[in-house]
């Protein structure tokens, strides 16, 4: 049985401007650097056996600060945790997307990834995790979007209503059958003051 824990980068300058960031290689600003150390100290509370992390600086640095804390643990880069691409919408606001390409800009192409190669490369990485790392805690550090996909693929029928939050922790545990969701989205590492 292994566990996978998926924890989302910390914040960036576009993601405080409600830019679509995509692939783009936008690094923390200094409030997701104090995010990503917060998580770090709550991480370094737990059992962790590995680290993945997507090569995007955002996730990346976050990563690498985890693992600072986590220093017994393996580290790799894979690619196939980078976000979802977003096209030519990229560094743009929902604003600037409604004046763009109008209300329905969605259904537009505009260089989206496809879905299905989104799922094929997230699920590709969990069965390597899983035959890579039959009972161990296995750490993920992501994007919001890749994260949302590969928890609801993992849990189907879980009740996943918001977006992951930046530096967010979801925890699920592979198992034969189903699927455990132990943790989903959860941020008590920014509450009050420093942990």
Known sequence: ???????????????????????????????????????????????????????????????????????????????????????????????????KWGVDWRELDLGFEPEDVTFSRGMSFIERVKQTHPGNRVLVVSHGDLIGRLIHALVPNGEFLEDVDNTSVTIIEIQECENLCHLYNCTKHLEGEEV
Not at 51 to 63: E, G, K, M, Q
């Open 1 to 99: 049985m292994t566990t996978i824990g998926f924890v989302r980068h910390g914040v960036t300058a576009w993601n405080k401007e409600g830019r679509a960031q995509g692939n783009t290689d936008i690094p923390l600003d200094e409030e997701g650097i104090e995010m990503a150390q917060r998580v770090a100290n709550r991480i370094e509370q737990e059992e962790w056996d590995v680290i993945y992390t997507s090569p995007l600086i955002r996730a990346r640095r976050t990563a690498e600060i985890i693992a600072e804390k986590l220093s017994s643990a393996e580290f790799h880069i894979d690619k196939r945790l980078v976000e979802v691409g977003g096209g030519v919408t990229e560094g743009t606001t929902e604003q600037e997307r409604l004046e």
